[in-house]
């Protein structure tokens, strides 16, 4: 199986002296193309830093993070900018749609700050996977939690990203909308030939992905 995302030694430590926090404390890690993982872990255990090195969004202290080949410690701002565009598709807890534009216009916005023309055919059966085809022209308000979330990760996957990388997608859903919404995600996976990684508080979401990675202290345990 060819691995995709990889940590070596990965550490992020916050502040100095006695009051430093050690978020991420040496993290080998190897994720493999295609999987669905899951990032389990308490309040606090550095859950979504490792997310954040993963992505892109931020710099390691120590150690390496490797994406498809690429190691992102080698990369300036511009560079990860252009990395995380065309790689990576980001979910969150809170949906953060644009409240002023449509279902629509929230999916295609990050394609057109890039510049690059929405592949609307390929957009369409996301669209139709993630029934959203009646709601094209309503406005996120105007939708349930689920639906929202829907959007957005419609709105994630518009790009054709390899690696979807989510932070509690279903924080704010209930028990059978997370279901649904886990189910889409491992269906689009498939159909796309993603990598997942999502970070969840919830045991029973968890384990409906192929691999369960838990962290305390800013280490894996497994
Ligand atoms: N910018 C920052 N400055 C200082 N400390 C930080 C910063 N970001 C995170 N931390 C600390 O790093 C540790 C790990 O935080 P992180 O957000 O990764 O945890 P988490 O597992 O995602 O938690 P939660 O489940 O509550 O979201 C925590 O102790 C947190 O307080």
């Known amino acids: 199986m060819e ?28 994720i493999e193309a295609g ?55 980001f979910i969150f807890q809170n949906y953060n749609l644009i409240p002023v534009l449509n279902v629509w216009e929230n999916i295609v916005f990050p394609l057109s700050m890039d510049g690059r023309e929405p592949d609307e055919a390929f957009i369409g059966r996301i669209v139709t996977l993630l029934g959203l085809n009646e709601k094209l022209y309503h406005m996120p308000n105007h939708l349930s939690g689920g639906q929202q979330q829907r959007v957005a990760i419609a709105r994630a996957l518009a790009s054709k990203p390899s690696i979807v990388l989510a932070d509690e997608p279903t924080g704010n859903l209930d028990s059978r909308t997370s279901d649904d919404v886990i ?26 992905t192929d691999r369960i990675v838990r962290i305390e202290d800013g280490r894996i345990f497994e």
Do not use: W
């Not at 990889?6 to 916050?14: E, I, V």
């Not at 189910?183 to 409906?208: P, R, S, W, Y």
């Open 183 to 208: 189910g889409l995600l491992k269906m689009t996976g498939k159909e796309f030939h993603q990598t997942i990684v999502m970070i969840t508080h919830n045991n029973d979401i968890a384990e409906l």
């Open 3 to 30: 691995t995709i995302l990889q940590t070596k030694n990965l550490k992020k430590y916050y502040g100095t002296g006695e009051t430093t926090v050690k978020a991420l404390d040496g993290i080998d890690l190897s």
């Open 35 to 89: 999987s669905f993982t899951a990032v389990v872990g308490t309040s606090g255990s550095g859950k979504s830093t490792l997310l954040n090195m993963l992505g892109g969004l931020d710099h390691p202290s120590n150690g390496s993070v490797i994406v498809g080949g690429t190691e992102l410690t080698g990369l300036n701002e511009e560079q990860l900018t252009i990395f995380r565009r065309k790689q990576i598709g």
